[in-house]
């Protein structure tokens, strides 16, 4: 990639380079709790999402048989790559300790809570997954959090125009 690319990815404070967020979860679940794990990946899929591909809008995360999944995360076909190309939307295994799975699973269990893939980032040069332990927002819930939005932006847009005069 030439210096002066779009996609010329930088390293934020923590040294984390984010790959993509799920925007979509922040707006449609209450997050409660977060967690960062490692993620299983062939070669074909670590060069796709060093080019940035990525998508996790219709991801979610599932615990089985002690182990945790990432179901319908999508990693593209790297361009390059050959007949061994993985899957776009195959199920990815979820890297955590024994104690976190079961931490995790017994919050994850409670009704109307489901574990939603944040964001996927590299840090130190590992792909990373950031989920959470969410609940989903009602319309109300939804509607309410919109005008909260709004009056912090209005009342920081006249603290702003305030301070220039």
Not at 14 to 32: K, P
Not at 96 to 122: C, M, N, Q, S
Not at 129 to 158: C, F, S, W
Request: charged share 40%.
């Amino acid at each position: 990639m030439a210096k002066g690319d779009k996609k010329d990815k930088k390293a934020n404070a923590d040294g984390t380079v984010n790959v993509c967020r799920n925007r979509r979860a922040l707006h449609d679940y209450e997050i409660t709790d977060r967690i960062e794990c490692g993620i299983v990946l062939v070669g074909t899929e670590v060069k796709s999402l060093r080019d940035g591909h990525a998508n996790l809008e219709d991801a979610y995360a599932r615990i089985d048989a002690g182990e945790v999944f990432l179901i319908g995360a999508e990693i593209p076909e790297y361009l390059f790559g050959n007949r061994a190309n993985h899957k776009p939307k195959r199920t990815r295994k979820l890297l955590l300790h024994r104690r976190e799975i079961t931490k995790f699973a017994e919050k994850a269990d409670e009704k109307g809570l489901t574990l939603v893939p944040l964001r996927l980032y590299f840090k130190d040069g590992k792909a990373k997954v950031e989920i959470a332990i969410a609940k989903g927002k009602q319309v109300h819930d939804k509607r309410e959090a919109l005008k909260t939005a709004n009056a912090k932006r209005d009342i920081d847009r006249a603290l702003a125009s305030r301070r220039k005069r």
